[in-house]
């Protein structure tokens, strides 16, 4: 398939935005691949829509800079992707494997269309996995303050030019000043257990009050802990017969599973963080 232009934009609900779009698209003569749009209403103000939209196009000349400059002077919000740039991805871990291993393999394979650039641990368990695949691994301990741990990984991030930053079990709580330099490029996942066990031993406060469903939540990463917009959500239902370790090894899975999800939903440019704190997600 021909390289393609990604267009994801938003703007209060009006008629004629979407034949505004198509036509500039039509009139460089590019074909539209897909289309997708979505408008959402506020419960408080029925009358006021929101509107998003996703297209697909192919890439030709002169059509780049003639959307951006309609799109601006209509005061849409948008984003522009070119689908010959991979997102450039680093992986962050502490000891747990899984979720870090299903984003490697996704990508090795291609099943994610993006490129891990880099890999930073607090912990060194998972260097042999990361550089097996030809990803440089850096150990970043957490023994010294915040601003310095903080300070040399976002400095393996520039130097790694990244676009995006995977929470792939990473126990560590980022700063604002950390996050706000990835404004919607963080993605974490935890259990969805949340709020209701936290702390140490989710699944074994889990088991001892009979859980019946085991599932994970993946998010954008915000200033406000475990509150940001949610990507993906999954459960899968337990009984009384799973014990701890059960849970845990059920719980692994969906975990890396959503985790992936997530991931791809954002590599691809399916998603749209809304001026809330929800996101728009065209699967």
Not at 60 to 86: M, R, Y
Not at 180 to 198: E, G
Not at 205 to 233: C, M, N
């Amino acid at each position: 398939m021909k390289d393609k232009y990604i267009l994801l934009a938003s703007c209060k609900d009006q008629v004629g935005i979407t034949n505004l779009i198509t036509g500039i698209i039509s009139k460089h003569g590019s074909n539209i691949l897909h289309l997708d749009h979505f408008t959402e209403y506020d419960y408080d103000n029925s009358d006021e829509g929101q509107l998003y939209l996703r297209f697909e196009f192919e890439k030709v000349n002169g059509l780049k800079a003639a959307l951006e400059s309609e799109l601006e002077q209509k005061n849409i919000d948008f984003e522009l992707f070119d689908s010959a740039l991979n997102t450039k991805i680093a992986l962050f871990v502490s000891k747990e494997d899984h979720a870090f291993n299903e984003i490697l393999l996704r990508v090795e394979r291609g099943e994610i269309p993006a490129e891990i650039v880099c890999a930073v641990g607090n912990h060194e368990d998972n260097r042999h996995f990361a550089e097996s695949l030809g990803v440089p691994f850096y150990y970043v301990p957490s023994n010294e303050p915040k601003e310095k741990v903080e300070e040399k990984m976002l400095a393996i991030c520039d130097d790694h030019e990244v676009d995006l930053i995977v929470l792939a079990k990473y126990m560590q709580i980022l700063s604002d000043d950390f996050v706000n330099h990835y404004k919607d490029r963080i993605i974490n996942i935890h259990h969805s257990f949340l709020p209701s066990f936290i702390g140490a031993n989710p699944y074994k406060q889990a088991w001892k009050r009979g859980v019946k469903f085991v599932g994970a939540t993946s998010h954008y990463v915000t200033a406000d802990l475990d509150e940001g917009p949610i990507i993906e959500q999954n459960v899968i239902r337990v009984n009384h017969r799973y014990d701890v370790k059960s849970l845990k090894k059920i719980g692994r899975h969906v975990e890396a599973t959503v985790l992936a999800q997530a991931v791809e939903y954002h590599v691809l440019h399916k998603v749209i963080v809304n001026h809330g704190n929800k996101t728009i997600v065209f699967d």
